[in-house]
């Protein structure tokens, strides 16, 4: 069974911090994605990683994917408030026919 | 127009009735899922289907059912709701590449 463990489950930081929200996964996966979700909203497609040592990057957040470890991880640099969002990792089992698993989800906000 | 949509967008129901979700997408996609988001737990799959004929179990299938009517149409009903199935069910659809999520359906059960 795979498992999905983000943390930290709750981050609160200052405007222009850096902060980085790790997504560790159990068995082999040839897929990971990251999305974000504002409250009452529908998720939101940040990155999309295929391949060992991936590296993306979308304005100030960059996701990167160590497959052998087993782990991704997503780094917030300088935050700003429009960033306070949930975000949640899911992946993809090898064969699995399309179907994610998402983590629990880190709250982040942003304080001025 | 939005590519995934989901009907109703917001229910509150009684305990015992019966209920249907549906979505609807126009992304020409095979793949459809149904999502339950609890806060806390992120989403849960409850029931997916690559097409017409081919409907699977997820995680959380008990108490639910769905029906694949057509291509871009994939429905889900609770037979009798609960109280504990109140939460935000999400319907996606994949490209076997993404998930594209609709915009949710919150759904209260008293």
């Known amino acids: 069974e795979l498992k999905v463990e983000q943390n930290p489950l709750f981050l609160s930081m200052q405007e222009g911090k850096n902060y980085t929200i790790y997504c560790n996964y159990s068995?082999?996966?040839?897929?990971l994605y990251w999305y974000r979700q504002d409250p009452g909203k529908s998720l939101e497609s940040l990155f999309v990683?295929?391949?060992?040592?991936a590296v993306k990057q979308e304005g100030r957040l960059m996701a990167s994917l160590d497959t052998k470890a087993r782990l991704s991880t997503l780094h917030i640099t300088a935050a700003v408030h429009d960033l306070s969002a949930t975000y949640f990792c899911?992946?993809?089992?090898?064969?699995?026919?399309?179907?994610?698993?998402f983590g629990k989800g880190t709250l982040l906000t942003v304080n001025p | 127009d939005a590519d995934v949509t989901q009907t109703p967008r917001n229910r509150i129901t009684k305990t015992g009735k019966r209920i249907m979700l549906e979505c609807s997408q126009t992304?020409?996609?095979?793949?459809m899922y149904w999502y339950r988001q609890d806060p806390g737990l992120g989403l849960q799959l409850i029931y997916y289907?690559?097409?017409?004929?081919?409907?699977n179990k997820g995680e959380i299938s008990d108490g639910y059912s769905v029906s694949r009517q057509a291509q871009a149409k994939f429905s889900l009903s609770l037979e009798s709701a609960i109280p504990n199935q109140t939460a935000l069910y999400f319907c996606?659809?994949?490209?076997?590449?993404?998930?594209?999520f609709g915009p949710g359906t919150r759904l209260t059960v008293t």
């Open positions: 996606a659809t994949s490209d076997g590449r993404e998930q594209y």
């Open positions: 068995t082999t996966s040839d897929r």
């Open positions: 990683l295929l391949s060992n040592g």
């Open positions: 899911a992946v993809g089992l090898t064969g699995s026919n399309y179907k994610l698993t």
């Open positions: 992304k020409g996609h095979d793949r």
């Open positions: 289907s690559f097409d017409v004929k081919d409907i």
